[in-house]
T-cell receptor, first 115, second 116 residues
Framework: RKEVEQDPGPFNVPEGATVAFNCTYS??????FFWYRQDCRKEPKLLMS???SGNEDGRFTAQLNRASQYISLLIRDSKLSDSATYLC????????????????FGKGTKLSVIP | GAVVSQHPSWVICKSGTSVKIECRSL??????MFWYRQFPKQSLMLMAT?????????EQGVEKDKFLINHASLTLSTLTVTSAHPEDSSFYIC????????????FGPGTRLTVT
């Protein structure tokens, strides 16, 4: 089983639509959780962290369920500029120790917002 | 801020040659730097973790003799792809962490390598 799994996508939605992405992770030792956005041929950029209490940043809402090891991202009122690949990312202490953390990335879900 | 640069941003080389990619933290000293590789339509895969002045820790399946990592200073890490082959063509991305915030990574813009 992959450490981080996401909806395969792609998601093609009209402007103004609400779209939800789901993600599950297998390592219960994972400590922190994020959604990143990656544009074509660019590096990933942090969109938002994800907390158990749920958190919102404008049109974006993220939710974490530790018991079921499930993470979600909701985008309301989609804009053309939201078109990108959304990466679910979990952070854990490195197995090698030394206090360093490692990020594990999901494969990403591609979103295309259509005019 | 926390800015990480990579050089070159893209490179084309012939099979059998070696290519060096630089990763620099421009406005902070990086405790740890990471090297990732991303193939088309795939996720970023961690290749190795490097700490300044010590040997890099490679992930399973990554050949340390093929992907040489040097982290000579707190602001510079280099990845050298030795004897490159077409299957090494990929997007290579580095990231860095600050000393007091080891869980937050700052990513470079990536280097696209094409081996012909």
């Amino acid at each position: 089983r992959k450490e981080v799994e996401q909806d395969p996508g792609p998601f093609n939605v009209p402007e103004g639509a609400t779209v939800a992405f789901n993600c599950t992770y297998s390592n219960s030792a994972s400590q922190s959780f994020f959604w990143y956005r990656q544009d074509c041929r660019k590096e990933p950029k942090l969109l938002m962290s994800v907390y158990s209490s749920g958190n919102e940043d404008g049109r974006f809402t993220a939710q974490l369920n530790r018991a079921s090891q499930y993470i979600s991202l909701l985008i309301r009122d989609s804009k053309l500029s939201d078109s990108a690949t959304y990466l679910c990312v979990v952070n854990r202490l490195a197995y090698s120790g030394a206090g360093s953390y490692q990020l594990t990335f999901g494969k990403g879900t591609k979103l295309s917002v259509i005019p | 801020g926390a800015v990480v640069s990579q050089h070159p941003s893209w490179v084309i080389c012939k099979s059998g040659t070696s290519v060096k990619i630089e990763c620099r933290s421009l406005d902070f000293q990086a405790t740890t730097m990471f090297w990732y590789r991303q193939f088309p339509k795939q996720s970023l895969m961690l290749m190795a973790t490097s700490n300044e002045g010590s040997k890099a820790t490679y992930e399973q399946g990554v050949e340390k003799d093929k992907f040489l990592i040097n982290h000579a200073s707190l602001t510079l890490s280099t990845l050298t792809v030795t004897s490159a082959h077409p299957e090494d063509s990929s997007f290579y991305i580095c990231s860095a962490t600050k000393p007091l915030a080891p869980s937050e990574q700052y990513f470079g813009p990536g280097t696209r390598l094409t081996v012909t």
